[in-house]
Nanobody, 120 residues
Framework: QVQLVESGGGLVQAGGSLRLSCVASGSILSIYAMGWYRQAPGKQRELVATDTSGGNTNTADSVKGRFTISRDNAKNTVYLQMNSLNREDTAVYYC??????????????WGQGTQVTVSS
């Protein structure tokens, strides 16, 4: 089994910053990619940013220039630095990882989500 645990969410004023962290643990042989998605009330879950094992990143246009994804492969951890937050960034943020387990199974795993609320 693989577990993803997010942290760092909370309440912040518009224009402020937050840093989300997500640690993957369990029966992990390797991680192909890690990323962040978000889901606002009444909306579908959407991609925020992803980081592959080769260091390639993909960032949604809506957050480009404000959010930065990074990884610490040694710690199986992915971060999301969020700057210049606005009310439209309010959502539950989910960590995602594509993992090869020690039983040689490849799968996609999700964290439980962390709430980010931006007040005006």
């Amino acid at each position: 089994q693989v577990q993803l645990v997010e942290s760092g969410g909370g309440l912040v004023q518009a224009g402020g910053s937050l840093r989300l962290s997500c640690v993957a643990s369990g029966s992990i042989l390797s991680i192909y990619a890690m990323g962040w998605y978000r889901q606002a009330p009444g909306k579908q879950r959407e991609l925020v940013a992803t980081d592959t094992s080769g260091g390639n990143t993909n960032t949604a246009d809506s957050v480009k220039g404000r959010f930065t994804i990074s990884r610490d492969n040694a710690k199986n951890t992915v971060y999301l630095q969020m700057n210049s937050l606005n009310r439209e960034d309010t959502a539950v943020y989910y960590c995602n990882a594509e993992v090869l387990t020690r039983s040689a199974r490849r799968g996609t795993y999700w964290g439980q989500g962390t709430q980010v609320t931006v007040s005006s």
